[in-house]
């Protein structure tokens, strides 16, 4: 049996897809629980090729509800799990994201973005953002990254493994149909070779010696009695994701020291922006570009400096306003004016870019 | 001087969370008896995980000394299903009501039973929906007066009683073991949990029990209504015995 997947640094040219199953791969992911739908299924795909070389397992369910909760099922085991899913299959795991996170479970899910509402298209879009940040009943505290490409992908799957683990939320790599489908370069390579240390997975159930006498049996539940129970609970895991906000917050700035214009974007709309920042500096407008990387936590902070540097905040983004809802309620106070370019479920290009901003710069004059 | 005789209770129930939260009456605590006790006699407290559902069967979730994990309305069946695929040396176990197994979870037991996952899953059969206060359940009896069903149940309008056990025996194949006990008759009930336990060690198949039970406190019964009914008005419907077990194929 051959164990490492991938030898210390190797270039490829993959789909998102391909990318996302070697990561898992060099992550040290044991089981996939999967369920089809597009445009994520080549995650499967890929996994289940590879599994029995790498002495690694795969179920395919009845459906995304049971392929969430046999993943939460499969980690409680003490495996790291993993599954994928987009659009309508993103409504059904949130049933079982919802018992993670309560049950502080590390599970990973790979969302592929697909346009919604309702079934609608497969490849373009970023309108999964309100419901892998918040989820649904609860409180939405799960780690969320939200990728540009395929280096990202590899980069942010492995990442996803050791977040999860480490502060036992569930974690979510947040891509989109056309970085699951379009080939890209990309340098896979052993998390050895950078120095990342996995994170060896823990049994919580299971665990050796005999319950009640070598040790405390597990008692895992969701429900509670008393609203008071609930209470405690719940502001306890508040005040600890809170806390650990700081050290989980990840975002990216190009050319904002002295930007006039600043255009927030995330995922694989942000490389469009930043050829956009590219193409107005060339121009003499002095743009700038805020890209964050968790989109829960949110690095709020961060981005309220940076906006409060600018003449104009401009928001793009493959949605009407999720991404929006997030940095207005992020940088509440904050007085600088605040517009909008929103393509839902549609690319956006470095060109449409430039032209709203030049718009916009005019407007300011 | 009084004596006072302690009940002694098997290794595995958890004294701790005793006196147990069940309704005075309730079937479930009969069921968990004599499943706590085939655990014991087949030694496999250690490494057995108990799944428990959304519905009165929660009220178990620290019922044992063994591992558990109480899970959402349905979702007990994949739980542990997860749980058994990502470890082989544990005993699964997903205890569910019937509303759990039969309406809300049904798609997660049917393809658990044709996929052969090696759990074993009990289903407790008091024919509604208990901890929502009585409502109509996919084994409510036809005439059965509930809180969804007020004037008995019209077969007409809402179709026949689902026969879990049947529908799963139709279903799986080999290996397979599937029976339909009663708390009425809790030393035969116990040997189909054991049997259904044993099924899983020996590694054969999916095992299923579903279990007929009392729920006197939404049937609004006295506790000789309450044993008619399980006794008599619902084994007129469900028959109680064994409909698979491997080795012996279903009897024609
Ligand atoms: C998704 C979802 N829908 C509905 C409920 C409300 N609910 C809680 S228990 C229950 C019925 C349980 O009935 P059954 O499974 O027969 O178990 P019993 O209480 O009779 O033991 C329902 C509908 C829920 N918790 N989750
Ligand atoms: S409501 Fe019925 S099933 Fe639930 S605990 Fe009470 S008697 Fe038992």
Same mark, same amino acid.
């Given at each position: 049996m051959v164990t490492k997947p991938i030898e210390g640094e190797k270039r490829a040219f993959m789909t998102g897809n391909e990318v996302v199953a070697w990561a898992a791969l060099a992550a040290g992911a044991d089981?996939?629980?999967?369920?089809?739908?597009?445009? $994520?299924?080549?995650?499967?795909?890929?996994?289940?090729?590879?599994?029995?070389?790498?002495?690694?397992?795969?179920? $395919?369910?009845?459906?995304?509800?049971?392929?969430?909760?046999?993943?939460?099922?499969?980690?409680?085991?003490?495996?790291?799990?993993?599954?994928?899913?987009?659009?309508?299959g993103n409504i059904l795991m949130q049933e079982s994201m919802t018992m993670a996170e309560m049950m502080r479970i590390p599970t990973v899910l790979v969302v592929c973005q697909r346009g919604g509402p309702s079934t609608a298209t497969v490849i373009y879009s970023q309108q999964e953002v309100t419901l892998t940040c918040f989820g649904g009943n609860g409180e939405g505290f799960r780690i969320v990254y939200s990728t540009s490409g395929q280096q990202d992908l590899f980069d942010y799957t492995i990442k996803a493994f050791n977040t999860a683990w480490k502060y036992r939320f569930p974690t979510f790599v947040l891509g989109d149909g056309y970085q699951?489908?379009?080939?890209?370069?990309?340098?896979?390579?052993?998390?050895?070779?950078?120095?990342?240390?996995?994170?060896?997975?823990?049994?919580?159930?299971?665990?050796?010696g005999m319950p009640a006498l070598d040790r405390d049996p597990a008692h895992y539940r969701n429900t509670y009695n008393l609203e008071e129970e609930l209470y405690e609970v719940v502001t306890a895991m508040a005040k600890e994701f809170e806390q650990i906000a700081?050290?989980?917050?990840?975002? $990216?700035?190009?050319?904002?020291e002295d930007c006039e214009v600043l255009i927030l974007a995330h995922g694989v709309v942000s490389r469009a922006v930043r050829g956009a920042v590219e193409a107005l500096r060339a121009q003499g407008i002095k743009a700038g570009h805020f890209r964050p990387i968790t989109l829960r936590p949110f690095p709020a902070e961060q981005l309220k400096q940076t906006v409060q540097k600018a003449k104009k905040v401009l928001v793009v983004e493959s949605a009407v306003g999720q991404l929006e809802k997030i940095i207005k309620q992020s940088t509440y106070g904050v007085t600088t004016p605040m517009t909008n370019y929103f393509r839902p479920g549609e690319g956006i290009t470095v060109e449409e870019v430039v032209e709203e901003v030049v718009e916009e710069v005019k407007k300011l004059v | 001087m009084e004596t006072i005789i302690e009940p002694k209770m098997?290794? +595995?129930?958890?004294?701790? =969370?005793?006196?147990?939260?069940?309704?005075?009456?309730?079937?479930?605590?009969? +069921?968990?008896?004599v499943l706590g006790e085939a655990i014991?006699?087949?030694e496999i407290q250690e490494r057995t995980v108990f799944g428990c559902d959304i519905g009165c069967s929660l009220l178990a979730w620290d019922f044992f000394n063994v591992d558990s994990v109480q899970t959402h309305h349905g979702r007990t069946t994949p739980v542990i299903t997860g749980i058994k695929r990502a470890?082989?040396?544990?005993?699964?176990?997903?205890?569910?009501?019937?509303?759990?197994?039969?309406?809300?979870?049904?798609?997660?037991? +049917?393809?658990?039973?044709?996929?052969?996952?090696?759990? =074993?899953?009990i289903l407790v059969n008091n024919t509604i929906y208990a901890m929502t206060g009585g409502q109509m359940a996919p084994t409510t009896l036809p005439n059965q007066k509930t809180e969804t069903s007020p004037y008995g149940r019209e077969i007409e309008a809402t179709g026949y009683p689902t026969l879990g056990p049947e529908m799963v025996s139709a279903i799986t194949q080999e290996g397979a073991y599937i029976a339909r006990g009663t708390v009425a008759n809790l030393r035969q009930l116990?040997?189909?949990?054991?049997?259904?336990?044993?099924?899983?060690?020996?590694?054969?198949?999916?095992?299923? +029990?579903?279990a007929l039970s009392l729920c006197p406190t939404n049937w609004r019964t006295n506790a000789e209504e309450t044993w008619k009914f399980v006794e008599d008005e619902m084994t007129k419907y469900f028959k109680v015995?064994?409909?698979?077990?491997?080795?012996?194929k279903e009897e024609a």
């Amino acid at each position: 049996m051959v164990t490492k997947p991938i030898e210390g640094e190797k270039r490829a040219f993959m789909t998102g897809n391909e990318v996302v199953a070697w990561a898992a791969l060099a992550a040290g992911a044991d089981i996939m629980y999967g369920y089809p739908i597009t445009p $994520q299924n080549e995650i499967m795909h890929y996994w289940i090729r590879l599994a029995p070389k790498y002495d690694k397992n795969f179920l $395919q369910t009845e459906d995304e509800i049971s392929a969430g909760f046999t993943c939460v099922g499969g980690v409680m085991a003490g495996k790291k799990a993993f599954t994928a899913t987009a659009g309508p299959g993103n409504i059904l795991m949130q049933e079982s994201m919802t018992m993670a996170e309560m049950m502080r479970i590390p599970t990973v899910l790979v969302v592929c973005q697909r346009g919604g509402p309702s079934t609608a298209t497969v490849i373009y879009s970023q309108q999964e953002v309100t419901l892998t940040c918040f989820g649904g009943n609860g409180e939405g505290f799960r780690i969320v990254y939200s990728t540009s490409g395929q280096q990202d992908l590899f980069d942010y799957t492995i990442k996803a493994f050791n977040t999860a683990w480490k502060y036992r939320f569930p974690t979510f790599v947040l891509g989109d149909g056309y970085q699951a489908k379009m080939r890209e370069s990309v340098t896979i390579y052993d998390p050895e070779v950078r120095g990342i240390k996995m994170i060896e997975p823990e049994p919580f159930v299971g665990k050796a010696g005999m319950p009640a006498l070598d040790r405390d049996p597990a008692h895992y539940r969701n429900t509670y009695n008393l609203e008071e129970e609930l209470y405690e609970v719940v502001t306890a895991m508040a005040k600890e994701f809170e806390q650990i906000a700081p050290e989980l917050v990840e975002y $990216q700035e190009f050319e904002t020291e002295d930007c006039e214009v600043l255009i927030l974007a995330h995922g694989v709309v942000s490389r469009a922006v930043r050829g956009a920042v590219e193409a107005l500096r060339a121009q003499g407008i002095k743009a700038g570009h805020f890209r964050p990387i968790t989109l829960r936590p949110f690095p709020a902070e961060q981005l309220k400096q940076t906006v409060q540097k600018a003449k104009k905040v401009l928001v793009v983004e493959s949605a009407v306003g999720q991404l929006e809802k997030i940095i207005k309620q992020s940088t509440y106070g904050v007085t600088t004016p605040m517009t909008n370019y929103f393509r839902p479920g549609e690319g956006i290009t470095v060109e449409e870019v430039v032209e709203e901003v030049v718009e916009e710069v005019k407007k300011l004059v | 001087m009084e004596t006072i005789i302690e009940p002694k209770m098997p290794k +595995v129930w958890r004294k701790e =969370t005793k006196p147990h939260k069940f309704c005075p009456g309730c079937g479930h605590p009969l +069921v968990l008896k004599v499943l706590g006790e085939a655990i014991e006699e087949l030694e496999i407290q250690e490494r057995t995980v108990f799944g428990c559902d959304i519905g009165c069967s929660l009220l178990a979730w620290d019922f044992f000394n063994v591992d558990s994990v109480q899970t959402h309305h349905g979702r007990t069946t994949p739980v542990i299903t997860g749980i058994k695929r990502a470890n082989s040396n544990l005993i699964g176990i997903a205890y569910m009501g019937d509303g759990g197994g039969y309406a809300i979870g049904s798609q997660h037991l +049917v393809n658990a039973a044709a996929r052969n996952e090696k759990i =074993t899953v009990i289903l407790v059969n008091n024919t509604i929906y208990a901890m929502t206060g009585g409502q109509m359940a996919p084994t409510t009896l036809p005439n059965q007066k509930t809180e969804t069903s007020p004037y008995g149940r019209e077969i007409e309008a809402t179709g026949y009683p689902t026969l879990g056990p049947e529908m799963v025996s139709a279903i799986t194949q080999e290996g397979a073991y599937i029976a339909r006990g009663t708390v009425a008759n809790l030393r035969q009930l116990k040997k189909f949990i054991k049997n259904a336990l044993e099924n899983q060690v020996n590694g054969n198949g999916f095992s299923f +029990v579903e279990a007929l039970s009392l729920c006197p406190t939404n049937w609004r019964t006295n506790a000789e209504e309450t044993w008619k009914f399980v006794e008599d008005e619902m084994t007129k419907y469900f028959k109680v015995g064994e409909l698979k077990t491997p080795g012996k194929k279903e009897e024609a």
